[in-house]
């Protein structure tokens, strides 16, 4: 594994987080899915748990609000170093704020936003609390993406507010593109057709992507769409035992291990 103290650059995927009905059942998951040790913090964080892996923050388990009617989904959250300024950048670019900016004492500062496209994201701006601090490793977060119905439009939009280039990785009839932050890829964007939801995407390394997706199974969850290869990996679409969607991906011969790789 490869392990990180420093905050992570603008625009970078730094952190995802699951708000869900029931807390306990989903640190149960995964733990038992990508052996994270969840804590859930005290009653002045409303519970919110950090999952760590060797000690380290991968990413945050919290408990829905009585009466949430959103759907529980792992929400992606971007590195911003002013968040008051990216949320005037959002509304400018025609994008909605849902959550304002809030600070987290001692951690932080986020907010919650809606691009033109309908996918949900969020802002870190770090205080105490950078973002996840471990990468290339089971558990770890991989990648993150954002999948659009109204392509055109959230590409001008993310280029707007973050200030993103794009590196065309197109396969095939849907456009494909890698997010490029001071010109390093630090997740993508891609169109969706237009009757499916737009969405930002999570994926968790693994060792053995088929074997994940079965013990993802006797752990109650559900295989949303079969184990596929790409040039990047061996991936699985997965549901949680609460019915929130998320990807794994294993290193493959074709791929190679991402340096640090130490399972």
Not at 56 to 79: D, K, M, N
Not at 234 to 253: E, N, S, W, Y
Request: glycine share 14%; with cysteine; proline share 9%.
């Amino acid at each position: 594994m490869l392990f990180r103290d420093e905050p992570w650059p603008e625009g970078t995927p730094s952190w995802v987080d699951l708000m869900v009905p029931d807390q306990a059942k989903a640190v149960a998951f995964y733990r038992g899915l990508l052996g994270w040790d969840v804590r859930p913090g005290g009653e002045d964080t409303g519970s919110y748990g950090m999952a760590t892996l060797r000690g380290r923050p991968v990413a945050g388990i919290g408990q829905a609000p009585p009466g949430q009617e959103l759907p529980a989904v792992w929400t992606t959250y971007l590195s911003v170093s002013d968040a008051d300024k990216t949320v005037a950048a959002i509304g400018e670019a025609g994008g909605q704020v849902v959550v304002p900016v809030t600070t987290v004492p001692e951690q932080g500062r986020l907010a919650i936003a809606v691009d033109p496209g309908g996918a949900t994201f969020g802002l870190w701006e770090p205080g105490g609390h950078q973002g996840t601090q471990v990468m290339a490793g089971p558990g770890a977060l991989a990648w993150n993406e954002c999948m659009s119905r109204d392509y055109p439009v959230a590409e001008a939009f993310y280029e707007r507010v973050f200030g993103y280039g794009f590196e065309d990785e197109t396969s095939g009839d849907s456009t494909y593109k890698a997010l490029l932050a001071s010109g390093r890829p630090v997740g993508a964007i891609g169109a969706l057709p237009a009757e499916v939801p737009s969405s930002w995407r999570v994926y968790f390394w693994v060792a053995d992507a088929d074997a994940s997706a079965a013990r993802a199974v006797e752990l109650g969850g559900r295989i949303l769409s079969e184990p596929y290869d790409s040039p990047e990996g061996r991936h699985v679409l997965l549901a949680d035992d609460q019915g929130v969607p998320f990807f794994v991906i294993a290193p493959t011969a074709r791929s190679g291990k991402p340096r640090g790789w130490d399972d």
